[in-house]
């Protein structure tokens, strides 16, 4: 292992340690979802992952499994009057862009793949609002692929500490497949939406509190508590 890697594997150790309660939570939440994912058909995943975008993950769980309850298949989903389906999704905030999202991921899921979730990330990233987290999300849990799901925090906390030098969330992900060892591609963003929730905040983090303080370059970090 490269020095870097190893620095790398050393930040991410102390972070699990630091996060190590907390995480109990997360690993159960994983848990749920691998379970939910092996329940769920990779539509449903889909589904769940499109109505979770700036949603809370108890909010996005209450409404997929009202939606499933009417409708579990692309075909289903389209037989919904759109003002019912918006009616169903209210809750989870941007019911209008989520809805028509959804109708559209469905309509084309039917039309290009014969009704089935496509396996790849390019056939994936080609269906409209699909991006790449959504894409990384279904192949991960749905279809058992090796990726790393970045998300804001994923893509501003590497950025911060130095490992990384990237524009948007695309570049990050390409970034930390070279620098990052497998073993944690699976984990990085559980531990990394946790500790950004907590401690590398977006705004003002708690650099003073952060257990990881000495090997941050803190960079564009221009206020910390
Ligand atoms: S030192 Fe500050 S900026 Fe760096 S990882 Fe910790 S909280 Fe984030």
Redesign the pocket.
């Given at each position: 292992m490269q020095t870097k890697e190893k620095e790398i594997s050393k930040t991410i150790e102390i972070l699990k340690e630091f996060l190590k309660e907390e995480r109990k939570t997360t690993l159960n939440r994983e848990a749920k979802d691998r379970k939910d994912s092996k329940r769920f058909t990779p539509y449903q995943t889909l589904i769940s992952c499109l109505l979770s975008l700036r949603a809370k993950d108890e909010v996005t769980e209450k409404i997929s499994e009202n939606l499933f309850k009417i409708a579990k298949t692309p075909e289903e989903i389209l037989k919904i009057e759109e003002r019912e389906l918006k009616k169903i999704i209210f809750s989870s905030g941007h019911y209008n862009k989520k809805a028509e999202a959804i109708r559209h991921v469905s309509k084309e899921i039917i039309e290009k793949y014969n009704s089935k979730v496509p396996q790849t990330r390019d056939e994936l990233l080609s269906i409209k609002h699909i991006g790449p987290k959504t894409a990384n999300i279904v192949l991960a849990f749905s279809f058992n692929k090796q990726v790393i799901p970045v998300d804001t925090h994923v893509h501003r906390?590497p950025n911060?500490?130095g490992w990384i030098k990237t524009k948007n969330p695309e570049q990050t992900e390409k970034e930390l497949e070279k620098i990052l060892p497998k073993e944690y591609w699976s984990e990085i963003n559980g531990v990394l939406v946790l500790f950004g929730k907590r401690?590398?905040l977006p705004i003002s983090?708690?650099?003073s509190k952060?257990p990881?303080?000495r090997y941050?370059k803190?960079v564009g970090?221009k206020t910390?508590r």
């Open positions: 906390i911060r500490l401690i590398c983090p708690l650099c952060c990881i303080n941050c803190k970090v910390s």
